[in-house]
């Protein structure tokens, strides 16, 4: 009862309103919806506004945006975000405030292809990270969405390592940066190697900041080159030059490394400001030198195997690292160098003799020619003077013939000792290089590794048979097989050849003769030491014009006696002849001289050629011999141009 003396009843109560049954009166209605109103937002549709996410599952995700009922937007316009949580604020638009069931409808989608461009734009400008989805993998990349709009992810720009798969990053939410953006065509260019690049830059700073030479890490091989191999070094890579690979020789990195092995390299160098880092692996082992028997001395013979050859030598390894080079002149005795491939091969396993060892360059050089004895050593006994051999040419000079015997012993024929009787000018004349060629040991140098050797000397001189055939006086049919300004070459028989000088070739019409032509010459001069035979065609008929002056003068009813060409032989321009024929005609002629004494000195009368045949047929009598008449000295050549003095 106390209570109810407290209450005090409301002065201003509408009794009749309460009987109505209406609570409020019209006033504090008004009132009542004013504040109502003003706790709703005002909003129209098609517009873009801001809620924050009240509730969601797997299929929807409700959105209040102030509004008197909340909306409802599919999960699907979210999974480009996978991180979406209760009280997340989110764009949406505003399809329609109310639907037939009075539901608010909202799209989150339309809302952010709404303003998609303009923020596609500002992400750009402020160099701004943003999220996006991978809907697809397409032709060299993939395609991603960001706010709403398609753009194109490269497959270089993924990732800073090559990528194999691209599949595994469908359907995947992933931070990308805006890298280029084509108004024209509404293109849009992202990367996520940017992002990555950017990170590993700054990891990179670090870890050089603490980089020493000498320091000794654990990397990873991230890629394997020709050159070398590329180490992660947790963030920053470095580089193993393949000669650092090994003390040895590597013809590939992957012989001696493999892609994602974990190894343990050191630093030997690096450059703050380009970010390069210089790696070695051999530099944790020991020098393969400073392991080297030490008792291996020069003179000691080595085995080891091929690793390189080039022209002037072959590098052979005795040892991992430990190499030795075998020059081309240590690979053989003879004097003909030549390249090293003919000798060896890469991967040939040989044996050779130590010729140097400098430990402290590290060098060592070899010889294989010294496990075979010097065939110089014996040439004395082998190759005595006077010995003949066959022998193979080598190499022409002006001069001679360079010629090889066995492997090692070379020697030279003198370009006058090719011939007794033909003209050599180069020896390309009388032999090729490769043909076999029978010598005769002329003359040993030892001490300078010569051989003067000799081919006219395995066959008689014929020039002693040859100075009782072409005596002074005697004429005999030659032809002229070359010109010059300073006279003819003639070759005579038995391939002998001649010279005449111009005044000399003078025929009895008055005109010279010419090439090829045939004549008859008289020798007016014989010199066997120079092999020198000069000849006269003008003689002839000089001396027969003189013998027909002293007839006339004797008054002698005896036409004149006329000489003609003696009956010789046909003429062989090129070649020496038949030695043995005319040995044959020496002993003839030598056995003709002993029966002088039975019988009386008489000259053979020569029969000239326009004799009638009656005459010709009667024999001449037998006359005494009458003093010849000596022969002026002949006009002969200068030193330089005369053909017929060889080169002694």
């Known amino acids: 009862m106390e209570n109810l003396k407290n209450v005090v009843p409301v002065d201003d109560f509408n009794w009749d309103s309460y009987e109505k049954g209406e609570a409020y009166d019209e006033q504090n209605k008004d ?9 709703l937002s005002t909003m129209k549709d098609k517009e873009v506004v801001i809620g924050k996410v009240t509730a969601l599952n797997k299929r929807e995700v409700v959105v209040n945006i102030g509004f008197k009922s909340d909306g409802v937007v599919p999960m699907s316009e979210f999974r480009y975000n996978p991180d979406l949580k209760i009280g997340d604020e989110v764009e949406v638009y505003i399809e329609n405030q109310e639907d037939r069931k009075g539901q608010l409808i909202l799209s989150h989608k339309k809302a952010r292809a709404a303003r998609s461009w303009d923020r596609v734009n500002e992400a750009l400008e402020n160099n701004e990270i943003i999220k996006g989805f991978v809907k697809c993998r397409t032709k060299g990349g993939m395609i991603v969405d960001i706010f709403g709009v398609e753009a194109f992810l490269p497959g270089s720009q993924i990732d800073v390592k090559p990528i194999r798969d691209y599949d595994v990053f469908v359907g995947k939410t992933m931070e990308f940066k805006i890298v280029k953006i084509n108004q024209d065509f509404k293109n849009v260019v992202v990367s996520h190697k940017a992002l990555i690049e950017a990170e590993l830059e700054q990891q990179k700073k670090e870890i050089i900041s603490k980089l020493e030479k000498g320091q000794v890490l654990e990397g990873t091989v991230k890629n394997i080159t020709t050159y070398g191999v590329f180490i992660d070094l947790g963030g920053v890579d470095g580089l193993i030059h393949i000669t ?17 092995e974990k190894v343990n390299v050191v630093i030997l160098d690096f450059d703050d400001e380009k970010r390069r880092i210089a790696l070695g692996l051999k530099q944790l082992t020991p020098h393969p030198w400073e392991a080297l028997d030490q008792n ?21 390894e005795i ?11 240590e690979m053989s005795w003879t004097q003909h160098l030549r390249s090293a491939q003919d000798f060896m091969k890469v991967g040939d396993e040989v044996e050779a003799v130590i010729l140097t060892l400098d430990r402290d360059e ?15 050593l014996s040439i004395e006994e082998r190759f005595p003077v006077g010995s003949r051999h066959t022998a193979k040419v080598r190499n022409f000079t002006n001069f001679g013939v360079f010629v090889e015997i066995e492997e090692g012993v070379d020697g030279l024929i003198h370009i006058s000792d090719l011939s007794w009787t033909k003209k ?18 002329l003359e040993i140098d030892k001490e300078n590794r010569r051989l003067s050797l000799g081919h006219k000397q395995l066959e008689e001189n014929p020039w002693d048979v040859f100075e009782t055939l072409f005596t002074v006086g005697s004429v005999h049919e030659g032809i002229i097989i070359e010109m010059m300004d300073k006279g003819a070459v003639v070759s005579l028989p038995y391939g002998v050849e001649g010279f005449a ?31 020198r035979i000069i000849l006269s065609h003008s003689r002839v008929f000089e001396d027969e014009q003189k013998a027909a002056r002293k007839e006339s003068e004797k008054k002698s009813p005896r036409p004149p006696k006329r000489e003609t060409v003696e009956n010789l032989p046909a003429i062989e321009k090129t070649t020496l002849g038949d030695i043995e024929e005319l040995a044959a005609l020496k002993e003839k002629m030598t056995g003709a001289k002993k029966t002088e004494g039975r019988r009386p000195k008489a000259k053979k009368e020569i029969v000239p050629a326009e004799k009638a045949p009656e005459e010709a047929a009667t024999p001449a009598p037998v006359a005494a011999e009458t003093e010849v008449e000596a022969p002026e000295t002949p006009e002969a050549p200068p030193a330089e141009e005369n053909i017929l003095q060889p080169k002694e």
Do not use: C
């Open 501 to 531: 000088t111009p005044k000399h070739l003078v025929k009895e019409d008055g005109k010279s003769a010419s090439m090829d032509e045939r004549l008859p010459f008289k020798v007016i001069e014989f010199n066997k030491e120079a092999k």
């Open 31 to 39: 009132e009542l919806v004013k504040t109502y109103d003003e706790t």
């Open 244 to 260: 650092d690979l090994s003390w040895g020789r590597v013809t590939h990195p992957d012989e001696i490394i493999k892609f994602d």
């Open 424 to 441: 050599v000018k180069h020896p390309s004349e009388f032999t090729y290089i490769g043909a076999a060629i029978e010598v005769q040991v």
């Open 296 to 316: 291996l001395k020069v003179g000691d013979r080595v085995k080891g195997k091929v690793v390189v050859m080039a022209d002037y030598g072959a590098f052979i």
């Open 319 to 329: 040892g991992p690292g430990v190499e030795g080079l075998i020059h081309v002149s």
């Open 362 to 376: 590290r060098k060592m050089s070899l010889g294989i020619k010294q496990l075979k004895e010097d065939p110089w």
